[in-house]
């Protein structure tokens, strides 16, 4: 059976282990075939709650470079204890060998706010990747765009392949 892969990118409201997510997105891959795509937008209230933070300079850097953000944080409905059961239920499903993200941020992010099922030995970083590939990155502040976009980066590097269709062919 083909590897598969997991790719996480989540949107925050501060650089801090500690910060607000406003959402996540995650693609669950093989070599040949998408197996699952999730998106989730956070109601950010119940996070404010439990202590996790928010900077104003992240704030106002998502405004200058007009990121959404304000459509996202106006709409989120999830509770940040359903991304765990999410997470977790995925991982059961799917059981990948690696979890890819883009730097150190979010996991870091992610295993502060909630429990998460992998191993310490499964995560990789796709911005090293991107790197020894000389590959450019592509970041649209959208979770779900942003994990397709690296999932086509570690498809071509690993393997050289052509783009993959979508789940639910296209957003």
């Given amino acids: ?3 598969v892969h997991m790719v996480v990118d989540i949107e925050t409201l501060d650089t801090a282990r500690t910060a607000i997510i406003t959402e996540i997105g995650i693609i669950v891959f093989t070599k040949d075939e998408v197996l699952d795509e999730q998106r989730m937008i956070f109601d950010i209230r119940d996070q404010v709650l439990l202590g996790r933070t928010v900077s104003r300079d992240t704030v106002e850097w998502h405004h200058r470079e007009n990121t959404g953000l304000s459509a996202v944080i106006y709409t989120g409905k999830a509770e940040i204890q359903g991304l765990e ?3 977790d239920g995925m991982y059961r499903e799917y059981n990948p060998d690696v979890i890819w993200a883009r730097g150190s941020l979010d996991k870091d992010v992610l295993e502060d706010a909630i429990t998460l ?4 030995y ?3 970083d796709c911005r090293t990747l991107d790197e020894i590939a000389r590959m450019d990155k592509v970041n649209n502040h959208n979770a ?3 994990c397709r976009n690296q999932m ?3 498809r071509k590097v690993l393997y050289g392949l052509p783009e ?3 789940v639910d062919g296209g957003e």
Avoid: A
Avoid at 117 to 120: C, E, S, T
């Fill in 152 to 154: 086509e980066h570690i």
């Fill in 1 to 3: 059976m083909s590897k």
């Fill in 164 to 166: 993959l269709p979508s």
């Fill in 122 to 124: 499964q995560w990789r």
């Fill in 85 to 87: 059961r999410m997470m």
């Fill in 117 to 120: 099922p992998f191993k310490y």
């Fill in 144 to 146: 779900l765009t942003d």
